[in-house]
């Protein structure tokens, strides 16, 4: 099991950036695939982008795609969202979450072994 610490939600402004970090624990994370989820109030759990454990495949959803960008270090043990041209629409729950070892990046939220608590995303109009 990893455990999963995020960071960096905060109120931001329409056309602002923001970069979230989930910081993992253990030597498996170089081995897990790490995705991004978000939540909006009364909404379900919805994909936002996955990584490969080695970086060579990323995935990015319609709606965040050419605005968000998935990345990892690691060596840092860490992923990465960074969040520019930020929109009202993309105020969620941002949650980190992992899969693996060796499995592949999925947009599905139940191929996730292990969640992050969520950080709090607020744009402002």
């Known amino acids: 099991q990893v455990q999963l610490v995020e960071s960096g939600g905060r109120l931001v402004q329409a056309g602002g950036s923001l970069r979230l970090s989930c910081t993992t624990s253990g030597r498996t994370f170089s081995n897990y695939a790490m995705g991004w989820f978000r939540q909006a109030p009364g909404k379900e759990r919805e994909f936002v982008a996955a990584?490969?454990?080695?970086?060579?495949?990323?995935y990015h959803a319609d709606s965040v795609k050419g605005r968000f960008t998935i990345s990892r270090d690691n060596a840092k043990n860490t992923v990465y969202l960074q969040m520019n041209s930020l929109k009202p629409e993309d105020t969620a729950v941002y949650f980190c979450a992992a899969r693996g070892p060796y499995r592949s990046a999925s947009a599905y939220a139940n191929d996730y072994d292990d969640w992050g608590q969520g950080t709090q995303v607020t744009v402002s109009s």
């Open positions: 990584i490969s454990w080695k970086s060579t495949i990323t």
